[in-house]
């Protein structure tokens, strides 16, 4: 049986591009944008009278990590914010600069930046940008070479194991791939 669809009114769309970069410094970087749009025309408290398809955030992020994973550099920009106060909201990202992103990232995160002091979307945005740093990461950098072989050559444990259902220590890839850090 197949479901029916109901009829529907599009009210919002949002898109988050992330694009990862290896920096000739050695720096991984993620530059994250995420723009929120009404497909209608609407009234907006600061901004007044909006056009349709007019931004209601426009933001980016943009993350770097050396290669332990380590935050050196953060920026957050806001092209389009509803309210002047957002900018003021940027800089606190930079209380991350020092963290390394692995186990208990999330906490860290919610511990130096609170929901008070930080923009709810800057930070929403952290996610995605963290998973395309691993995306990047896990394939080396260089993009004709695979990770996941220089890895077992080393004999060193990748650090996404134990990340996902897939890499969990107890399952087939890792004791596949890399039995030595399996259990």
Sequence with gaps: ??????????????????DGYIREDGLWEVEARLIDEKPFAHFDFARGHRA????????TLRIAVDGQRIVREI???MDSVP?????????????LVGET???????????KVSRKESCTHSVELLGPAVTTLFQMIAMGADPEGSSVH????KGSRPFYIGGCH???VDGPQTRKYFPDFAR
């Design 101 to 111: 992103i692995g186990a208990g990232w999330r906490e860290r995160v919610r511990a």
């Design 75 to 77: 920026e957050v920009t």
């Design 166 to 168: 897939s890499w969990r």
């Design 83 to 95: 309210f002047a106060t957002c900018n003021e909201a940027a800089p606190k990202l930079q209380e």
């Design 1 to 18: 049986m197949q479901a029916v669809k109901a009829g529907r009114k599009h009210l919002h769309s949002r898109s988050i591009t992330c």
């Design 150 to 153: 220089q890895e077992q050559l």
């Design 52 to 59: 349709a398809g007019a931004p209601v955030h426009d933001m």
